[in-house]
Every structure is written in structure tokens, then in C-alpha cells.
């Protein structure tokens, strides 16, 4: 049996398939006790993702941000979470923190689309900011 620290390759594994169980039922309350769970047996960038993306289904904003400033100290230069607290901040109706997250995420853009998506993002804060 394989582990990671104290924890089990086969719980973590059993852990995260509960957790896309719940996600794919759209039970966020039960995910996200899921997903905290695994931050705390092995803290990933995918798990703070997750549960940022589930703060933001249930509407829960500053929360979300909470969870991607997790992931940016892990890893800085995640293009997509950048545009996710650009979204937020949206959101929560804070414009110009919204457009300074969107222009990081045109700048660590992966790909093309990606850099398109938050070019839109960025125009409708400047739109906004304008009005």
C-alpha cells in the first residue's frame, strides 16, 4: 500500500471519487467537505480549484477568492485562476480588481481561447468602468 505521508494512495483515490460523485450530483456542501478533507490529508492545486469552483456555484464569492489565493500560492502563474478571481471580484462588483485579474490571466493565458475568454472579461470591466 502506497502512501502519501500518513495517508493512503487508496484513500485519497476513494476520497476523490466521492468527491466527483457529489460534484456530479451537484451536492457543492458534501463536495466540499470532501474536498477539504483531501486538502487536509495532501494539499494539491487541484483541490484549493475545486473548492473555489464550488464557493462560486453556491454563490459564496469572497470565499471562492479565499480558495484561488491558495492555488496562486501554490502556483503563481495559473492562467485559468486568475480569470476565476477576475470573475469573482465581478461579481462582488469590485471592477477594478476584476480588470487587473483578468490581465493576468491574458498574460498566463494557455492557450488562445483562454486568452480570448479573459480579453472579454476585460472589456466588460472597462465597459463598466466607462458607464
Request: glycine share 6%.
Amino acid at each position: 500500500m502506497q502512501s502519501h505521508g500518513n495517508v493512503s494512495r487508496e484513500l485519497l483515490e476513494e476520497q476523490s471519487r466521492l468527491l466527483k460523485t457529489y460534484m456530479d450530483k451537484g451536492e457543492y456542501v458534501n463536495a466540499l467537505e470532501v474536498a477539504e478533507q483531501l486538502i487536509e490529508m495532501e494539499e494539491k492545486e487541484s483541490y484549493w480549484i475545486t473548492v473555489g469552483y464550488l464557493f462560486t456555484q453556491m454563490g459564496e464569492y469572497e470565499r471562492s477568492l479565499v480558495a484561488y489565493q491558495n492555488v496562486l500560492r501554490l502556483n503563481p502563474g495559473n492562467g485559468k485562476v486568475w480569470f476565476n478571481i477576475g470573475y469573482s471580484f465581478l461579481v462582488l462588483g469590485d471592477v477594478r480588481r476584476a480588470m487587473k485579474a483578468f490581465n493576468k490571466a491574458i498574460r498566463l493565458a494557455p492557450d488562445e481561447n483562454f486568452r480570448k475568454k479573459a480579453e472579454k472579461g476585460k472589456d466588460l470591466c472597462l465597459k463598466m468602468l466607462k458607464s
